[in-house]
C-alpha cells in the first residue's frame, strides 16, 4: 500500500466490489468533506447531474436504496405509490446494518446482503 494514497477499509471494499463489476473509474479522496451533491460536484469540477446519490430508504419497513442524480430529489409519495408500498425515512442505525456504511457515505455497493434498489433514469446521461 502506498502511504501518500488515503485508504479505509470502507473504501477499499467499494473500490474492491466495484472493479469486480467493471467499473473503470479511479476513487478521488476530496480534501474537504461533500456534505451535499452540490459541494461534491463543485470539488470536482462536474456537474451536479453527474453526481449519483446513493440514499437509503424504507419501503415497509425494509431498507430500499435509491440511487438519483444529485440535481434531482427523491419524491417518496410517488415513488411509494409506483413500487406499492410507504417509503420512509430510513434511521442511521437502519443506514448501517443494510449497508455497514454510514450516513452521508453510502455507496451503491460493499452492503453485506443486496438490497433492493432502484435508479434514477437521469443518471444514464
Given at each position: 500500500?502506498?502511504?501518500?494514497?488515503?485508504?479505509?477499509?470502507?473504501?477499499?471494499?467499494?473500490?474492491t466490489q466495484l472493479r469486480a463489476r467493471g467499473a473503470l473509474g479511479q476513487v478521488r479522496?476530496?480534501?474537504?468533506?461533500?456534505?451535499?451533491?452540490?459541494?461534491?460536484?463543485?470539488?470536482?469540477?462536474?456537474?451536479?447531474?453527474?453526481?449519483?446519490?446513493?440514499?437509503?430508504?424504507?419501503?415497509?419497513?425494509?431498507?430500499?436504496?435509491?440511487?438519483?442524480?444529485?440535481?434531482?430529489?427523491?419524491?417518496?409519495?410517488?415513488?411509494?405509490?409506483?413500487?406499492?408500498?410507504?417509503?420512509?425515512?430510513?434511521?442511521?442505525?437502519?443506514?448501517?446494518?443494510?449497508?455497514?456504511?454510514?450516513?452521508?457515505?453510502?455507496?451503491?455497493?460493499?452492503?453485506?446482503?443486496?438490497?433492493?434498489?432502484?435508479?434514477?433514469?437521469?443518471?444514464?446521461?
Open positions: 500500500m502506498n502511504p501518500a494514497v488515503p485508504s479505509h477499509p470502507a473504501v477499499d471494499l467499494v473500490e479522496w476530496l480534501d474537504d468533506t461533500a456534505t451535499t451533491a452540490a459541494h461534491a460536484a463543485a470539488a470536482l469540477g462536474i456537474e451536479t447531474g453527474a453526481i449519483a446519490n446513493s440514499l437509503i430508504f424504507t419501503l415497509d419497513d425494509e431498507p430500499l436504496l435509491v440511487m438519483t442524480s444529485g440535481d434531482h430529489r427523491v419524491d417518496t409519495v410517488w415513488l411509494g405509490q409506483q413500487l406499492g408500498g410507504t417509503i420512509g425515512r430510513a434511521s442511521k442505525e437502519t443506514v448501517k446494518l443494510a449497508t455497514g456504511q454510514v450516513i452521508g457515505g453510502v455507496a451503491p455497493v460493499g452492503h453485506p446482503a443486496p438490497i433492493r434498489t432502484v435508479v434514477d433514469v437521469a443518471l444514464a446521461r
